[in-house]
Every structure is written in structure tokens, then in C-alpha cells.
């Protein structure tokens, strides 16, 4: 749901060496990430028809990533995921029909129901997801 980059390019050059190789501990970075093209939109439409999660993992070396995700959740998603994110490193422990997920880390590649991945060939962005679950 969040483009990674859009931090990164918001980072002074002093703290993107400082954290070379390990830009997810840069504190605060995930509060700033912008959402992707559609996804926003796309979370909404989803979630009128699915009971919708925001499942996600925080680097354990990143302590504000944590709150940052929630701050994220906050912001770009309001009232239609309030009190929905789960923070984990074992994907695969949640139960439900789909896992929209861009890797199969952390327990998203076991995920019991249909794991959609985002960003392969059969779906390669926002809109191509929706389409397939509506």
C-alpha cells in the first residue's frame, strides 16, 4: 500500500549513509511513506465488500516503526481501518481468504488462503487486484 521510495527521497543524504543497507531503521521513515497509485481508493472499494485488515510487518530495529504504521493507518485511511492493523512477523498465523502481499516473507508465502502477490505479472498494481477481487 505505501511506496517505500517516496521516504527514502525525503531523507537528508547524511542519514541515507548513515543507514546504507538498513534504510527501514531510518526513525520515522514509515510515517512518511506516500500510499501508491490506486491503493488508497482500492482499500476503500475493497473494503465495502470484504472485512478488510491492514497486515503488516515493522523491522525490530526500528522502534517508531511501529507507531509510524498506525500513524499511516491513521492518516491515509481513516474511520475504514481503525482499529484493523496488525503488526507481525508470522503472516501466515491470520486467518482469511486473501493476503495481498508484495513478498512471500514473514509467513506470507504459507498464508492458508490465496496469497495475491502485488507487483507480479497477474497483478502488477492496485487496479488489476481490485478487478480480480470484485
Given amino acids: 500500500m505505501v511506496n517505500f521510495k517516496s521516504a527514502l527521497d525525503l531523507q537528508p543524504e547524511d542519514i541515507l549513509v548513515e543507514y546504507s543497507n538498513r534504510e527501514d531503521e531510518i526513525p520515522n521513515l514509515f510515517a512518511q511513506m506516500k500510499p501508491m497509485i490506486n491503493a488508497v481508493e482500492s482499500f476503500n472499494k475493497l473494503s465495502k465488500i470484504y472485512d478488510t485488515y491492514i497486515l503488516s510487518t515493522a523491522p525490530w ?69 481490485c478487478n480480480y477481487l470484485i
Avoid at 61 to 71: F, R, V
Avoid at 86 to 107: A, C, R, W
Fill in 61 to 129: 530495529n526500528n522502534p517508531t516503526a511501529w507507531s509510524d504504521k498506525l500513524e499511516w493507518t491513521k492518516t491515509h485511511l481513516g474511520d475504514t481501518a481503525y482499529k484493523r492493523l496488525i503488526l507481525s512477523h508470522h503472516k501466515d498465523l491470520n486467518k482469511g481468504d486473501y493476503l495481498i502481499d508484495d513478498k512471500k516473507k514473514n509467513g506470507a508465502g504459507e498464508f492458508a488462503g490465496e496469497l495475491i502477490l502485488f507487483g507480479s505479472e497477474k497483478f502488477p498494481d492496485w487496479k488489476a487486484v
